[in-house]
Structures are given as structure tokens and as C-alpha cells.
């Protein structure tokens, strides 16, 4: 196994494994598994680290809700700015001696830098730990209302429906008692119905605006 695969297993599995073909520069974006549930906080943080609008992660307000100190995490980008400066064809012992040799020059202990980016790393895969716990809650909150509303809409639809149907119901039935009725007028005749309905105060023309005013 490499070098690079075998940062998987340092520090629980905190590190990022790359595969021999990717460059230092490849995004190494996971997606979250939904269906898995998120793995267990890492207790570092002093105080709430801060939220990430957008996906913006506010580096330096994580490592400070970490209690990470700002001279050691400028020694960190020291130390980085000075490797990305080597040409990218400089040997890996080579550019280990340079980065080993200015970190001693400057009188900057190299098992302090190691313990500080480790502590970054530490600090990183707790806030992912923290979003992916507050990201699964909300989900789930999410789905109990979606199946809240969901049976509501049910309700609603089945309420409806049966409102349709007794609906449909009435209409029969008021029209076969019209029917019955209907019968008995007949008997008297269309004219002598239609001179009633026009005298009457009581009874709706039925090509009228409404019931006649009394007199």
C-alpha cells in the first residue's frame, strides 16, 4: 500500500484518501450518504463554531471555536506557502529537506507543526461530524412534517371526495322526489302551473331574478 493510501487509517480516518492518480489540487468532494447515519461528534470545540451560509466554511472561526492558537495556524500557513513554492518536478525527499531545513532555520519545531495540522484536521472533520448530525436532524424533521402534510392532503382529498359523492347523492334523490311531484302538476297542466308560479308571492319564476316581493 502507498503512503498516500495508508492516511487512512492515521488519526481514526480523518484524513482526506486520494488515489495515487489524483493531483494535490482535486477536489475531494463526498457526497453524503443519507442513509447512513452521521458519525459520532468529535468533542473539540470551545464555543459554537460558526455557521457555513452556502457551503462558505469560515476556516479560521472553526479553528478559533477549536481553541487552535493563531500563531501556530500561521505556522501552518507558513509552512504551506513555503512547499507551494518548490517546483512541482522537485523530488518528494528533496522538497521534505528544504521545508525540514527553513522550518529548523527558523527555529520553528517540526513535531509543533505536525500536532497543530493534525489539530486542524481534527478540528475540520468535527465540524463535518457536527453539520452532518444537524443536516440528518433536519432532515428528518423535514420528512415528519412532508408525511404530516402528506396525510393532511389525504384527509383533505378523502373528505372531498366523499363531499362529491353525497353531493351526487342528493341531486338523485331531490330529483326523483321533483319527479314525484312533478307528476301531480303535470295532471293540472303546464298553463294553469305557470299562472300560479307568476301570482304566487311565495313561489321563485325560475327565469326570474328571485322571489316576488309581497304586496
Not at 518528494?92 to 532555520?105: D, G, H, N, Y
Not at 493534525?118 to 463535518?128: D, G, K, N, R, S
Request: charged share 35%.
Amino acid at each position: 500500500m502507498s503512503e498516500k493510501k495508508s492516511w487512512g487509517s492515521t488519526v481514526a480516518g480523518w484524513f482526506v484518501v486520494r488515489d495515487e492518480n489524483e493531483s494535490e489540487e482535486t477536489p475531494a468532494d463526498e457526497p453524503a450518504d443519507a442513509t447512513r447515519p452521521p458519525a459520532p461528534p468529535i468533542d473539540v470545540f470551545r464555543q459554537e463554531p460558526p455557521t457555513a451560509p452556502g457551503g462558505n466554511v469560515d476556516f479560521e472561526g472553526v479553528f478559533d471555536a477549536a481553541g487552535i492558537e493563531k500563531e501556530d495556524r500561521e505556522r501552518i500557513a507558513k509552512s504551506l506557502a513555503l512547499l507551494s513554492s518548490l517546483p512541482a518536478d522537485t523530488p518528494f525527499e528533496v522538497r521534505k529537506q528544504i521545508v525540514e531545513a527553513s522550518l529548523r532555520a527558523f527555529e520553528v519545531p517540526i513535531e509543533r507543526i505536525i500536532e497543530t495540522g493534525v489539530e486542524e484536521i481534527q478540528a475540520l472533520e468535527a465540524y463535518i461530524r457536527a453539520g452532518a448530525a444537524d443536516t440528518a436532524k433536519v432532515s428528518e424533521e423535514s420528512e415528519n412534517r412532508i408525511r404530516q402534510f402528506e396525510e393532511e392532503i389525504r384527509r383533505i382529498r378523502t373528505v372531498t371526495q366523499e363531499r362529491v359523492v353525497e353531493q351526487q347523492s342528493v341531486i338523485r334523490s331531490c330529483n326523483q322526489r321533483k319527479l314525484e311531484v312533478q307528476r301531480i302538476l303535470e295532471f293540472f297542466g303546464q298553463d294553469t302551473v305557470a299562472r300560479v308560479v307568476r301570482e304566487s308571492p311565495r313561489l321563485v319564476d325560475p327565469s326570474g331574478p328571485g322571489p316576488k316581493a309581497e304586496e
